[in-house]
């Protein structure tokens, strides 16, 4: 654990160093998909750094040999991130940052025997991304994934399953 730790803060300190650059937009505003559906904010509060705002739910419901199951998950995501442009493409940039995620989480598991109650989830997130603006048109999209070390609720511990795509009108 003490090894990933300083592996990851090796990382963070190295690329922070890095030479970055500002976006063409302030803020954006839209869908998300993935692990759900959502809604995604992201506003540049300086050349490089900019805070996202995610809000995501998802409905799975599913039968398996075990029997069956359904789910909804709600949940609210806070990020900071630093951009750097990628020179070889206008309007490319990648990005890296974290935040926190809250999440609430109520089952029906029928056969399984797995607690049905609700639960609220606390988490720790991390963000890797490619962040593109369309040149001409007032358009933003974004691929990232999200890692996230639940600290308490149903599946705490580490999760990996988490990012998406977004699509985002652009405000200057």
Known sequence: MKTKFFFFLAIILTTSMIRLSAQDY?????????????????????????????????SYSSSTILGKFSYNYLSITGLYQ???????VDGLAWYWGGGAS?????????????????????????????DYKFANIPLNISADWIPTFLLSGYGNGFSSESGGLAIRYTLK
């Open 26 to 58: 302030t803020t954006a505003v839209g869908l998300r998909a993935a692990w759900g559906y959502g809604l995604s904010a992201k506003h540049f509060i300086s050349d490089n750094a900019a805070i996202e705002l995610i809000g995501r739910y998802r």
């Open 102 to 130: 809250l999440g609430f989480y109520g089952g029906d598991f029928k056969d399984i025997n797995v607690d049905d109650k609700g639960s609220t989830n606390i988490g720790i997130c991390g963000n890797l991304g490619l």
């Open 82 to 88: 630093m951009h750097k442009e990628i020179d070889a």
